[in-house]
Antibody, heavy 121, light 111 residues
Framework: QVQLQESGPGLVKPSETLSLTCAVS?????????WGWIRQPPGKGLEWIGS???????YYNPSLKSRVTISVDTSKNQFSLKLSSVTAADTAVYYC??????????????WGQGTLVTVSS | QSVLTQPPSVSAAPGQKVTISCSGS????????VSWYQQLPGTAPKLLIY???KRPSGIPDRFSGSKSGTSATLGITGLQTGDEADYYC????????????FGGGTKLTVL
């Protein structure tokens, strides 16, 4: 059973960098598939942030691309998200998830439980 | 403003049937597979339907999906109180800004 678990600070100051990690168990990231980050502001809908392939190839939402970096560490079986210059608008529950198939256009079948990140001084 | 348009809310009585629509364009729904997610209060989204009408293992056949042109529909029959949740459609948008896109979500109330 594939399991994903997000971790990282729950509070980030404005203008700083949000950093989250997603630990994967039950499946080796290096075996394939795309892995993604999705966020959900309180009371609002889902927004795709970006995804990464096990090889390190990344794809980002153009609306966030200038501030986002997603990386993968296959030795630790985890992938990470960095979002720079955060503002209150970046306050959201951040989910990590796996794409259903080995192509970027496929939906997300396994999700982490999500972690709330609040941007506030 | 979401790329995919869903009704904010729908409601129906237990045992009844409900449908949730998702409207898009040729750059997203019209030329790509649609998926549907169920988000129970306080939990992560769960994949309900993929490839327009396929159900992952463990999803009951009370849930169904269809697509026609640039619109998709999620159907739920035999409504249960446990079906009260937010439902999101999702797909790939293959415009210049190639992205994963979601609908704004529909709140299902089982009266």
């Amino acid at each position: 059973q594939v399991q994903l678990q997000e971790s990282g600070p729950g509070l980030v100051k404005p203008s700083e960098t949000l950093s989250l990690t997603c630990a994967v168990s039950g499946y080796s990231i290096s075996s394939g598939y795309y892995w993604g980050w999705i966020r959900q502001p309180p009371g609002k809908g889902l927004e795709w942030i970006g995804s990464i392939y096990h090889s390190g190839s990344t794809y980002y939402n153009p609306s966030l691309k200038s501030r986002v970096t997603i990386s993968v560490d296959t030795s630790k079986n985890q992938f990470s998200l960095k979002l720079s210059s955060v503002t209150a608008a970046d306050t959201a529950v951040y989910y990590c998830a796996r794409h259903l198939r080995r192509w970027l256009q496929s939906p997300f079948d396994y999700w982490g439980q999500g972690t709330l990140v609040t941007v506030s001084s | 403003q979401s790329v995919l348009t869903q009704p904010p809310s729908v409601s129906a009585a237990p045992g009844q049937k409900v449908t949730i629509s998702c409207s898009g364009s040729s750059s997203n729904i019209g030329n790509n597979y649609v998926s549907w997610y169920q988000q129970l209060p306080g939990t992560a989204p769960k994949l309900l339907i993929y490839d327009n009408n396929k159900r992952p293992s463990g999803i009951p056949d009370r849930f169904s999906g269809s697509k026609s042109g640039t619109s998709a529909t999620l159907g739920i029959t035999g409504l249960q109180t446990g079906d009260e949740a937010d439902y999101y459609c999702g797909t790939w948008d293959s415009s210049l800004s190639a992205v994963v896109v979601f609908g704004g979500g529909t709140k299902l109330t089982v009266l």
